[in-house]
């Protein structure tokens, strides 16, 4: 018994119920979900028992799903004219005595106007009757393909197929008879669809249509048939009718691809196999064309056919799967994979792609083939595992290769050898069957496709195994040892791949110890220069992986020293915690020495250590300092800031050389950032004067960087190591710090002179010359002359930051002097020297410009003719310089005088407009006083003043008394007059109001000069007063009347 679901609306909400009854007969109702959608609802009905149908307040019919609450479809009413209750709900035949909510609900009242009967819904409109049904699966279905939408028909069959279709009618039966009468129905449409996309071909055009058009259709096909496991209605009704058209029929082969690496298509008919190998070979598709052979049933091929097309075109992975898979053969494909890379290998030259690639396939074959996995995917049946492994050992441990045309010639051991030559580490790999992640002693990880097995260690078990385990590796060790062809670092391979297998627990395996020995001569031999770098590599990893239990170590460490190992004495040193003695080992290392300083700050560093190992290592470095700044000065020094601070003056008593220790200094005081920042090293002064000394000696032009940065100085202490040294302009720097401005000012002149005596020896040498170096002469004169303008440059900055600081006669100490030496190196210089005076002249007007701004024009004149050249009356050698002045003067004269004239007419029109302003007449708004509201005539004393503002309000003199707005008495202050109303609309309001704004028809700037300058007016004038504007202050003209110039 199933329990009813019952169901009702109310606006856009559909509630469902359950009604379930118990044993005793007690009837409960369970309110199951809710139903929401976007509109109001008329009209609810079932239309079977997963379906309802529904009606909203625009006629729109809805069909609802309710299991999953999915609108399904929405069908438009409009056309129907349902009939409406709202004759009976409004009472319209007993005149409408209703409620106004009945009266509303009569609106879209339509019961009974649609209603649900055998599966089917009848809407009574106004003129007809309409019978709505639900079509069964079949006619929805065939209502598709009639409209030739095969793809939706096919999905919606299948949904019937799955019974996952909603609203589904006609459907009746078990399960299994559904899905069989439903399939039915689909192979049908799938022979519709094949004929369908047949006909509608385009028979014109470019291939790529026709290919995309049936790209469109054959998917589908495939894809069904496969859902309906009906593999043979794909190839024997769908494929022969696809293959009429040459491009259906290559579409068809190219798809069926996917689905066979899926595993969804195991097994190909003969003739469609055999027309696959046809296409995909004649198209170049031979990579598909392996995907494809390795995921398909052997017994379905033709073995013979698929080997001679996989050998053809190198499909390795393919050719081995027939012959595993078919033939239960794992030997032959080594075989002939061997007989192509062999040759290849022993001639020794460098082997092309194709060579690689095969050799690669054969390593992971093999590796698959010890591990019991099928290659290229799947396991070896349970039954050949061992069998498998045994082959695959009898075959590489074969004298010979038993190819007689090769067997003379043929070395013993040839797959060893082969795949030794080939790639030495990646085939002990294969041996070592190591996961990439434990494969601790090769440089690269293993070849993709290796199985994570360990095969020795699965051995242990197996006694034949074991036995092929020590014969292996007796043959490697005969191979590569007796042999001298192979590299240190393939022997070198051998060995850690042995020093791992030894270093096991239950090691079985069996290695002469002098063997290790022999190795190790080879690799450690002093007079062999070629591949050190991969000769001590090589001996690394041997240790690392435990080799080291091999060998002596006092033998194998004074073989290492001789052979300049110093990794490897690294390696022995850490063993035996003597950390100081690895310090040589990087100092002589000359890869590796520039990480001494990381490998010393770290060892310092970390705990781990023992106080006396790190002390150890500290007298290590200090005897090795001066090596050490000589490597890297900036990297020792961050290393004695960090570890090193209380032995500076010993590591400075080491350093003998000057210029080392310049270097050294110039990194250890420098600023630093980070955790540097606030270390304070002992004798931090001595430190800062002792590198100040040095830049005197060999870096001269930082000196004044260093002066400006560095505080930790003596001024007095600088002062004379900088007047030692005779560094001009770093003393001067200092004398200035001093508050020495005259002691600063003498040492810049003196720079200054010296560098213009170069100038004027120059220029000497220059007239001396003959006429035709006259032009070469300037050139190499300009260098001197940007000298001199650099040092001129230096004294005048001096002086304009000395000059504000002192007195008139002082400032002439020092402009005085700086034109006189600038006026006679212009004396000094020849006449022909025409580039070296024209710079001087412009230099010495620069200083005149500049002096201007400090001297008096006057002084300045009177000094130049005091001189005793230019008193006897020879002007013309500073005639340029006085015109220069004049013309200077000449221009600030004419810019005084336009700034004058610009500020006396701004002055003029600012007056004119507040005389303009002041003396316009005011236009009252109303004849009445705006405090007492009389008539401004009324009043009996008719010489009563009256006021009018601005805002065109009018008063009473003591009306304006009366409200304190006037003149206040003659003991007090003046008051401003101002407008009554006015302002007391601004006391009730933050801002004036709108009446007052539009009132006050004079600018705002204006109204602040007229209320500005009312006092000024007579107090006995009757005249009209501008009122005071709140708010305006910020726009006040301070006017002044015009200053007064003597003719």
Known sequence: MVNPILAFCKGDTVHFLLVKKEEIGTIHVIKQRQLHLTCDIISLNWINSRTLVLVDSQEKLQVVDRPTQEVLETLDLEQVQLVYNSRHFKSLATGGNVSQALALVGEKACYQSVSSYAGQIVCLGTKSAHVLTLRNWKERIDSLVKQEQFVEALCLSWSFHEATAKAVVGLHGDPLKRKAVVSD????????????????????GRIQLMEQHFQEVVPVLVDYCLLLQKPELLFNQLYTRLQENMVAKGVFLESLESYIIANRLGNLPTPVMRDVLAHYHDNGMMSSLERCIVYLDVTSLDIQQVVQVCWENQLYDAMIYVFNRGMNDYITPMEKLFAVIGPKVKEGRSLTDDVVVMGNKLLVYISCCLA?????????PEDLVVQVKNQVFEFLIRLHSGDSSSSQEEEVFPFIHTLLHFDTREFLNVLAMVSPTDNLFLETPPLTGFPSFQTFDDFKNDKQALEYQQRIVDILLQVMVEKPDFTPSQVGGLFTFLARQLAKPDNTLFVNRKLFDQVLDFLCCPDDDSRHTERQQVLLELLQVGGVVQFEEERLLGLAEKAKFYQICEFLFEKKHLYDRIIDCYMRDPLRKCEIFNYIHNLLSMPGYSDDEKLQVKKKVLRNMRELVTLDPNKSADLVMYHFTDEVQPIISELQDDQLLFRFLNCLLEPRDGPLSGRVLPLERDLHELLLDLLCRFDPQQLLTFLRTSQHYRLEE?????????????TA???????DVNGAFGHLLQTLKTKLRVVTAESGDEDAGVAGRHEEGKTDNQPALRRVKDSLDDIISLCHRCCPKLDQEQREVLWFPLLDTMMASQRDVMLDAENTSEGLKEMTLKVLNCMSSFISLPAIIQHILQDPVYGKGKLAEIQDLILGMLNTFNYEQTLL??????????????????????TRGLHPRQDVCNICLQHYKTRQDLSEEIIVFSCGHLYHVPCL??????????????????????????????????????????????VSILSEVSHTQSRESTGFLIPFQPGTESFLLKLSPPPLFEE
């Open 185 to 204: 129905k689909m192979v049908e449409i799938l022979l519709q669809f094949a004929d369908y996309a047949l006909r509608k071909c385009p028979e014109h």
């Open 372 to 380: 019991g996995r099928a290659y290229p995917l799947g396991d070896v």
């Open 718 to 730: 600088a002062i004379k190591i900088t007047e030692a040294y005779s560094c001009n302009q770093a």
């Open 733 to 739: 720097f200092l004398l200035e710090q001093k508050g």
């Open 897 to 918: 005088e336009t700034t004058t004239s610009l500020l006396n007419h701004d002055l003029h029109w600012s007056l004119a407009h507040l005389r303009s302003a002041v």
């Open 961 to 1006: 008394h009366q409200k304190d707005c006037g003149w206040s008495s003659a003991s007090e202050p003046p008051q401003k007059w101002r407008c009554y109303k006015c302002s007391s609309n601004h006391e009730r309001k933050s801002r004036p109001s709108t009446r007052a704004k539009r009132s006050c028809s004079t600018s705002l700037a204006k």
